[in-house]
């Protein structure tokens, strides 16, 4: 997995493939699971961007521990807030497999079964609920986590380094 490209951490650079494609996936998941429109119109783009963003995330989250392991004066001693950005880097894995799986199951469901909000569907519309709430459940959990972890790593990278 690269660790480095063009000379600078790899973390920094493909952080924003894994900041773009997650939300991306989850809103297209959501609209996919409530919508189906929308999922016809998506059809595969849903699972399949899902699936890149499950792809980067840990290979960013493994060029992200090297960059840990090589900053300047680290020396043993590693900053706290760094620390909590790297604990809550590992945390968004399972969050993108949700988002994986769930995209696969609303993309075959809706193939296979009608998945809508008509009586006449071929599932009742009390499976399309719970289908929606648990996209919208692994979306907004994955989101928010993503946001957590950025939000972490801002404050890692900017706390004392800007006028206040």
């Given amino acids: 997995m690269p660790v480095q490209i063009n000379g600078l951490p790899a973390h920094i650079l493909l952080i924003h493939i894994?900041?773009?494609l997650v939300p991306l996936a989850a809103l297209m998941l959501v609209a996919s699971a409530v919508w189906p429109a929308a999922r016809a119109k998506l059809g595969?783009?849903?699972?399949?961007?899902?699936l890149v963003a499950l792809v980067f995330v840990p290979i960013t989250t493994n060029a992200g521990k090297w960059l840990r392991d090589h900053?300047?004066?680290n020396q043993g001693r590693l900053d706290p807030l760094i620390?909590?950005?790297a604990q809550l880097g590992g945390t968004l894995l399972p969050w993108a497999i949700g988002i994986f799986?769930?995209?696969?199951a609303v993309w075959l469901l809706g193939r296979r079964f009608d998945l809508g909000w008509r009586r006449s569907a071929a599932l009742p519309v009390w499976v399309t609920a719970i289908v929606a709430v648990v996209a919208i459940g692994v979306s907004a959990g994955g989101v928010v986590?993503?946001?957590?972890i950025?939000?972490?790593g801002a404050k890692a990278e900017w706390t004392g380094r800007t006028a206040g």
């Fill in 71 to 73: 900053l300047p004066g």
């Fill in 83 to 85: 620390r909590r950005h």
């Fill in 150 to 152: 950025g939000d972490s």
């Fill in 18 to 20: 894994v900041i773009v």
């Fill in 44 to 50: 595969f783009l849903t699972p399949a961007v899902a």
């Fill in 101 to 104: 799986v769930v995209a696969v």
């Fill in 145 to 148: 986590q993503l946001y957590r």
